[in-house]
């Protein structure tokens, strides 16, 4: 009787082990997360604007029907990235996520507090080659430091009203996003 | 030969428990630091880097991008104030207060995250364009018929969600009480 109950405590505990390692293993395994989904649709290092997502058909599940999008696929390995986004009339956000979708920053329109949204992304590495007296002649430079090499940047302008989707679609189109050029 | 027995008795019983208890807890959504008001239900940490590694293997595997906490925050609900389904068939509606925030949008999906079809091609409001009274009180009526006002059809699926979003708001981490965060109530109205 003893005999099968430990038998069963080290199945017990040998099932959590199995448990915990596969939820850890999961983002590496995971085949279908974001940007894996976006990999076909968009360039790299560039602003695309995704297309509304439509009945029984979404690029990635749970999207806001209310709001434009567009999405820069990053990879900083070739340098850091300067991402404008001009301000929509009622909201704009930028979302940044790591490779494995985990949203490591976010700012909104009036958190930026300007006409346009200007960020540089850049690796921790890359952050600290940036010359110091640069970095505080350019106070108001929004630097964002990418814990991942590699992620995605999520451009979002609400239409208040589905007549004003043109609107936000507009401001988007006026965005850019693409890698610096050295200086 | 009763070591044998024994280990592959155990090897079975672990793979079962282990591999089960994950299957179930990415399949319901299971994550910690939750916020409940109600029948809805927010994840705020989900929305910056201190994403617990539930919420984490779940989006990888649902591949969905949550909500960034400087964005806003994200409340999702599966069943009314009762606790009985959300049921494409019936009827029910959404009324009362909402948390104060800049902007915020209701949106009904099927429980994959997609948007479902319907005749008036509407698949929720948003703050600014649904009708109030004249106190500034709303009601939306989820239902599979047109009906008078703020009509959210639900294609009379068998299943749907709603996701009620609040954009550049105060709730998020901090928030515990409900009297922070006044949540619409669910009520079901017959099928």
Known sequence: MIRVLL?????????????LSTVLA????????????????????????????????????FMDPAFAQAVCRYDLSSGSLKL??????????????????????AINDRAAGRRKIELDLMTPEQHAEVPEEEDVTAADRLIIESPSTMGLIMLRAL????????MARGALAGATCGIQPVQ | MRLLFGSCFTFLIAAVLGLGATWFTLTRGVAFGSLSVGAWTAWPKSGSVDIDPYARASIARSGELPTGMGDGVAFYAHTDDQGSNFDGRCTFTISGMTPAARYWTVTLYDPQGRLVANTIDRHGFTSDEIVRDSDGHFSITVAPLARAGNWLPTGGIELFVLVWRLYDTPIGVATRTTKEGPMPAIARKGC
């Open chain 1, 159 to 166: 239409a208040p009203e589905p007549g004003l989707m043109p």
């Open chain 1, 7 to 19: 038998w069963i405590l080290a199945a017990v505990l040998l099932g959590g082990i199995v448990h």
């Open chain 1, 84 to 105: 404008i986004a001009p301000v929509s009339q009622a909201y704009t956000s930028v979302t940044f996520y790591t490779r494995k979708s985990v949203a490591y920053y």
């Open chain 1, 26 to 61: 999961m983002p590496q395994a995971a085949k279908q997360d974001a940007y894996s989904r976006l990999v076909p649709l968009t360039p790299v290092n560039a602003l695309v604007q995704l297309t509304a997502p439509t009945t029984g058909n979404a690029i990635i599940p």
